[in-house]
């Protein structure tokens, strides 16, 4: 079955600008969290949903958003872009199960400049 | 609360050598624990997990680690590494008292040696 999917692969913004970017998970997982990765601070999870409710929410800015639609893609949106906001964002979906795994996208490279 | 330690960042080898990748964990819950890969510019893909099964547990590619609650340790091993194996390793520990969110290890940065 196909795998989680993300889009864009590649972004470059302007500071101030916002972005959106796009994940589809793997088909039957109601689960999916986003994740921000950068060189300094490692993989930092920002928030996760779970039939179109936000479940888990990190520790980030009131910038970095999200959604989830009713066939489970969901949305994260960055308001008002920063230099810093330039990293890995990663999403990974969950099937059933406490224990089971997450299955991981390629993740969208943005850069802000 | 749940936390992670790779205790190396980065690591080399020779290839056809033993790996060794380091993890201690922290929790306040029976964890579950996760060894996930990461290759340039990709995602990530899951190399093995532990769900209070069998202690030893099998991955792929040949990659295996030893969950010992008393050390508090989930390292991963590989007997003979091969150039392919060169990549960033993630340990990942989650608990039913952070509602089973993910938490990430800095990660260790494997070279292989010719």
């Known amino acids: 079955k196909a795998g989680v999917t993300q889009t864009p692969r590649y972004l470059i913004k302007t500071r101030g600008q916002q972005v959106t970017l796009s994940c589809s998970p793997i088909?039957?997982?109601?689960?999916v969290s986003w994740y921000q990765q950068t060189p300094g601070q490692g993989l930092q999870f920002l928030f996760e949903?779970?039939?179109?409710?936000?479940?888990n929410k990190g520790n980030f800015p009131g910038r970095f958003s999200g959604r989830q639609f009713s066939n489970s893609r969901s949305e994260m949106n960055v308001s008002t872009l920063e230099l810093g906001d330039s990293a890995l964002y990663l999403c990974?979906?969950?099937?059933?199960?406490?224990?089971?795994?997450?299955?991981f996208g390629q993740g969208t490279r943005l850069t802000v400049v | 609360a749940q936390s992670v330690t790779q205790l190396d960042s980065h690591v080399s080898v020779s290839e056809g050598t033993p790996v060794l990748l380091r993890c201690n964990y922290s929790?306040?819950?029976?964890?579950?624990l996760f060894w996930y890969v990461q290759h340039p510019n990709k995602g990530l893909q899951l190399l093995l997990k532990y769900t209070s099964a069998a202690t030893l547990v099998k991955g792929i590619n040949g990659f295996e680690a030893e969950f010992k609650k008393s050390e508090t340790s989930f390292h991963l091993t590989k007997p003979s590494a091969h150039m392919s194996d060169a990549a960033e390793y993630f340990c990942v520990v989650s608990d039913r008292g952070s509602a089973r969110q993910l938490t990430f290890g800095s990660g260790t940065q494997l070279t292989v040696l010719p």
């Open positions: 990974a979906s969950k099937g059933q199960g406490a224990d089971t795994e997450a299955f």
């Open positions: 949903y779970f039939s179109e409710t936000q479940r």
């Open positions: 088909s039957g997982h109601r689960s």
């Open positions: 929790s306040s819950y029976s964890p579950s």
